[in-house]
């Protein structure tokens, strides 16, 4: 049978005759064999082989770079960086267009943030005029304290006082933003780390000398805010994972009723000022546990005004990371800038970001990409269909085929859309001179979005964050989301030489994302989740269940380690990789196997972060060579023996 008409061959046609307008083709062999290290043998160690001569350079290390992920994020930042530093020099800003407007303000921002003339008054300015009365800043040593004042006046800033307040997609539906109350984090405090305490405490202590305390007693109330701020981590368990509790949400009203001396209702009234709301309606997931410790740590502490007003004080530009980075190496102090405007202007710097990757035209060459990848989606899909109408884990049970079948056919894509440049939304503040008063000007003005969006304002597509270049599949929702990071990377935005490379690179890089977080809608979570993302328990028959399990067991086998924590991401890397082949084999025709495996492996060179805590995905190394061992076809494109490490007998298979 002939193969239907490839769409895949078209999105490369298509993709080629925009991207050559663009940048010269280039030899994307000549590029893979550099990275490679011909002297391992593929058969033995394949990521060792792909990668043995991946490197990263000083300037991309600096930028987070450790493996082939984090270095096309370090490049994208080293792009802006450059375009904000030499266009900062020149008069280019001063065009009137709504875009060169936006522009300028990150030339603006970032700049105000290398020069670091910062200064906390602004910050503690901002909290007085709040309505919030602290102690320390009249000289008072006791009297009364408004701490609930004090805490919301920190959130309208975007900062987090007691709790973090978040607004976040509802966990069960699509379309609906909430508030989310949770512990807060404590990054700068850091958790029994006691070199990161001491400079912590170092850095409160400046940050009280500069309100004009004298030496001694800023050392010892600085201690005393450490102090509080451990008794606060102490509420919470100590392997707590810093996620979002999957809780019930409930009624402020009732949520107050059980927390009294939070005054919740009046928090929630100072920083909601100007928006229509009622508190009986108004939905919450809360973090209870901490929530009632939090309640009876205040009541202890009210004894003692001046560390809570004072800790809550410097919240602040601790927020704004004010000071941080005073003695860091220009490459950090950078790093932190970019940051900045990841963090308040993430709209306007993804627009730059396309504008530098994809040239002038980048608004059409952007939305053809954008369809093209819809066009690659559709095709796994229907790959995968074919596979699930034929797998024999549904073998005479209709029933459960089906609902296999309707829920992949639910699984939407979204991919991130381009913001508006006429300004980074409604009212985008014009920025001034003043550093401090800008980012406090920004911050407030996201913060107010957010709350909007609570109340009805319609979110615009998914997070537009231009610096992340990882996709994922939410359960709860039967959908992957595409950050725009990922659309700037070669993944997409590369056009070799010849057609043939350039569409076994797709394949392998882009393809086989999304088969990824295509196939983790089946994995051993996912089989509990419905079309609508609704848990189902029971849906599927037993029969299914029972065969799906004794496959998947196979993932579990003595190749992985830490199997029982990685077992659904190894589902989703080898079967995925298998839906990703089958349908660059099937829909195209295509042959180029060698290309596809390597620029597969190429995505993984480097090494994972050492991260604290657990990892769900095993190492880099660990991951691609398992992958490939579990493809038939790996080891007849490298002929490899039936004896070779890459050709093991026992090959894990699902679908
Ligand atoms: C391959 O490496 C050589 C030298 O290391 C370099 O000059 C060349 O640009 C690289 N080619 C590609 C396509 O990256
Ligand atoms: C590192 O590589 C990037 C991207 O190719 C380049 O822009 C940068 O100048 C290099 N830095 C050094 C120190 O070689
Ligand atoms: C840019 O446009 C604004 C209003 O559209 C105007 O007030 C301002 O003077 C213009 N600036 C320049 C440099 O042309
Ligand atoms: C508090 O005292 C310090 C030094 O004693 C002084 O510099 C500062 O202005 C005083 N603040 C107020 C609000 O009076
Ligand atoms: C899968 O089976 C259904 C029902 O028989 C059919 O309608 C559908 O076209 C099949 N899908 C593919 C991709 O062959
Ligand atoms: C397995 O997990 C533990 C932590 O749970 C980690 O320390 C170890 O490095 C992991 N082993 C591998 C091979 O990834």
């Given amino acids: 049978m002939k193969p239907p008409l490839s ?20 030899d994307c062999q000549q590029q893979l064999d550099n990275d490679t290290d011909a002297e391992v043998k593929p058969c033995e160690n394949f990521h060792q082989y792909a990668c043995g001569n991946w490197y990263s350079n000083t300037s991309q290390r600096i930028l987070g770079a450790h493996d082939m992920r984090s270095k096309w994020v370090a490049n994208l930042k080293l792009q802006l960086i450059r375009y904000l530093e030499e266009s900062s020099s020149t008069d280019s800003f001063s065009a009137n267009t709504s875009v060169t407007t936006s522009t300028a303000q990150l030339g603006t921002l970032y700049r105000c943030c290398l020069l670091s003339g910062q200064s906390i008054r602004t910050y503690t300015d901002a909290l007085s005029r709040s309505g919030a009365n602290f102690p320390l800043l009249a000289n008072h040593t006791g009297g009364s304290f408004d701490w609930v004042l004090a805490n919301a006046a920190l959130r309208t800033y975007g900062a987090q006082g007691l709790w973090r307040l978040l607004v976040k997609d509802n966990w069960q539906s699509a379309d609906q933003r909430i508030f989310y109350m949770l512990p807060p984090k404590f990054d700068l405090l850091g958790r029994d780390d006691e070199l990161n305490e001491f400079l912590y405490q170092r850095y409160l202590k400046i940050l009280l000398l500069e309100l004009g305390l004298r030496v001694r007693r800023a050392a010892l109330l600085a201690e005393k805010l450490v102090a509080f701020e451990k008794s606060l981590q102490k509420l919470l368990p100590n392997d707590a994972e810093q996620t979002l509790v999957l809780r019930k949400p409930q009624s402020l009203k009732d949520l107050e009723s059980q927390l009294p001396r939070l005054e919740l209702k009046r928090y929630f009234e100072t920083i909601l000022e100007g928006i229509d709301w009622d508190s ?3 939905l919450l997931v809360a973090d209870l546990d901490y929530l009632q410790g939090l309640q009876r740590l205040l009541a202890e502490h009210t004894s003692d ?20 980075h005073d003695d860091d190496k220009l490459g950090n102090q950078r790093n932190h800038c970019l940051e900045q405007l990841r963090k308040l202007m993430p709209g306007q710097l993804g627009r730059l970001q396309m504008q530098l990757v994809l040239g002038e035209s980048y608004q059409d060459v952007y939305d053809t990409a954008i369809q093209q990848i819809a066009v690659l989606f559709r095709d796994l899909k229907q790959q995968f269909e074919l596979v699930l109408n ?60 957010e709350y909007r969006q609570v109340f009805g304002e319609p979110v615009t597509s998914v997070p537009a964050d231009p610096l992340s270049v990882n996709a994922y599949y939410r359960l709860k929702l039967n959908r992957i989301e595409l950050p725009l990071g990922l659309m700037a990377t070669p993944l997409i935005q590369q056009q070799c030489s010849k057609e043939a490379d350039t569409r076994a690179k797709l394949s392998a890089g882009l393809g086989y994302i999304l088969a990824h977080e295509m196939v983790h809608a089946f994995d051993l979570d996912g089989l509990n989740y419905d079309a609508t993302g609704q848990l189902a328990n029971g849906q599927w028959s037993a029969r299914a269940i029972i065969r799906f399990g004794l496959r998947a067991g196979c993932y579990l086998g003595v190749r992985y380690s830490n199997a029982t924590l990685t077992v659904n991401e190894n589902i989703a890397d080898t079967e995925g990789l298998r839906l990703a082949l089958d349908t660059y084999r099937h829909r195209s025709g295509a042959t180029n196997l060698r290309t596809f495996f390597v620029a597969f492996a190429q995505n993984w060179c480097g090494t994972v972060a050492s991260t ?32 070779s490490q890459m050709n093991p007998v026992n090959k894990c298979h699902i679908w």
Wanted: glycine share 8%; with cysteine.
């Fill in 7 to 26: 769409s895949i061959t078209r999105l490369v046609v298509i993709l080629g005759v925009m991207l050559l307008k663009l940048a010269a083709a280039q």
């Fill in 612 to 643: 604290s805590g657990l990892s769900q995905h095993a190492g880099h190394a660990e991951r691609v060579n398992n992958v490939v061992g579990n493809m038939p076809e790996f080891g007849d494109t490298f002929e490899c023996k039936a004896t």
């Fill in 390 to 449: 034929e797998t024999e884990v549904f073998n005479e049970d209709l029933v459960t085929r089906n609902l296999a079948r309707d829920k992949l056919r639910a699984m939407r894509l979204l991919t991130p859309r381009l913001q508006d440049p006429i300004n980074g939304g409604p009212g985008t503040p014009q920025l001034g001179g003043n550093c401090d008063a800008n980012l406090l000007q920004l911050s407030l003005s996201q913060a107010k979005l």
């Fill in 280 to 282: 009986k309606t108004l």
């Fill in 305 to 324: 005004p001046m560390v809570l007003s004072t800790w809550l004080l410097l919240q602040l530009p601790a927020y704004f990371e004010l000071r941080l």
